[in-house]
């Protein structure tokens, strides 16, 4: 399923990220004579700045000393290669689980909840995957129960128009009816996909929680075991934020993936990198502009590549 995955949109994507780090990697290095301990402090700094976070650049420059250090040529092109290849390993544990794709064949009909806070690209994303999924010859649904906003319900109508998906919308503004009357739909006229919009923010971080847990309560007592997957979106601008959003969100979600948006607009992609180190949850896709194409699945070494 390699659908989008485009290396040439990666780079584009990740044009100012790459700009960004390679430039300051180069300055560090080009005026060094020798690799000594203060370069690799500054690699350190130019990593952290990258929004690779403090644990995983510590053990990045670990990783990588012994290497840099025994190496006798110090081109720039000599330890980005270094740099790359470390960062890899690091990190592709969690790209292995993204490509056994969990569409199993036993469940006829696959839900999909998206969750994750307000603007952080959800309705965006389930435009994409709605039209990922309807190019790849299956039949989908969304639930749009984000019912808070009349402008998020017509900006994800206008998806769905676009990716040429149905979807189930109102029900008297409440949010558990419409996915139920979604999930009762998929069932009887055979969807194969559903998938669920929800809110980002109600008024408190406690009524949110109590909203989830009876979208998934309404879920799993029409299909036990479901969700099949609970995908929390993330602003891949949204730097340290990004882990303490995964820790919030999956303290009442059963999170199967993440998806890191907006790789496009950002200098720091190094957010991806960090949730791929720290958490033991699989990148599943990663969002690279607005447009319907824009998505694509995490590939560790790929990514890598076009950061650097
Ligand atoms: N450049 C860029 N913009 C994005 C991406 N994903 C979403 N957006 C934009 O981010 C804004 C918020 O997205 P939206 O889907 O409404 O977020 P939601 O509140 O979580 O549903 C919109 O203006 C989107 O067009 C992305 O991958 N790249
Ligand atoms: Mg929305």
Known sequence: MKLF????????????????????????????????????????????????????????????????????????????????????????????????????????VKII?????????????IGKLAYKYKTEGKKVIIGSADTFRAAANEQLKSWATKAGVDLIEDISKDPSAVVYETVKSALSNNYEIVLIDTAGRLHNNKNLMLELNKINGVISNLIPGAPHECLLVVDGNSGQNAIMQFEEFNKYSNLTGVIITKLDGTAKGGSVLQIASEKNIPIRYIGLGEGMEDLQEFNAEEFVDAMF
């Open 5 to 108: 995955s485009n290396l040439k949109k990666l780079k584009e994507g990740l044009t100012r990220t790459r700009e960004n780090l390679t430039t300051k990697i180069s300055e560090v290095i080009t005026r060094k004579v020798k690799i000594d301990e203060n370069t690799l402090d500054d690699l350190e700094e130019i990593l952290i700045n990258s929004d690779l976070g403090s644990k995983l650049t510590e053990q990045l420059i670990n990783n990588a000393k012994s290497a840099l250090l025994k190496e006798q040529d110090r081109t720039l092109d000599k330890i980005k290669e270094i740099l790359k290849k470390e960062l890899v390993k690091l990190i592709q544990p969690q790209e292995k689980k993204t490509s056994a794709d969990s569409l199993s064949d036993q469940n006829k």
């Open 113 to 125: 909840l998206i969750i994750g806070i307000n603007g952080s690209g959800k309705s965006t994303t």
